[in-house]
């Protein structure tokens, strides 16, 4: 467990702010693409009335479709100016947990003081 510690802390130290921005960009990408899904089935419903005017406005299956796209569209919205007020913080956050991995890393023996602690 103590290797596979040491083993996480190098990882940590080289991957962090990647694993982060991959985490971040790809939560966002996810949130679109649901909502170009529920805009491209709520387009495949309206086109399945064709000769009714407004027809498929009364499908439960488009409203749902519909309406939870452009959820999803504002959800993403609000996630992108969230992360354009929160960048300068998150690399922060990012930098603090590059750093204390790398402390840690170079003081390998501060694991046995919570032992040491115990023994006392």
């Known amino acids: 467990a ?10 940590l130290r080289c991957c962090a702010r990647p694993l982060t921005l991959i985490g971040i960009v ?3 990408a ?7 899904f529920l805009l491209s089935h709520a387009k495949t419903i309206q086109d399945q009335y064709q000769g009714a005017d407004d027809a498929y406005q009364q499908d439960p299956n ?4 519909f309406y939870g796209a452009i959820a999803l ?12 007020f ?20 170079s003081t390998p023996g501060i694991v046995f003081v919570p032992v040491v602690m115990i023994l006392i």
């Open 26 to 28: 790809g939560f966002f």
């Open 86 to 105: 929160l960048c300068s913080r998150i690399m922060l956050a990012i930098e603090l947990v590059e750093e204390a991995a790398t402390q840690l890393a």
């Open 2 to 11: 103590l290797v596979l510690g040491f083993v996480y802390l190098l990882v």
């Open 62 to 65: 488009w409203k749902w479709a």
């Open 73 to 84: 569209f504002v959800l993403a919205g609000l996630y992108a100016c969230l992360l354009a």
């Open 30 to 36: 996810g949130i679109v693409a649901g909502g170009v």
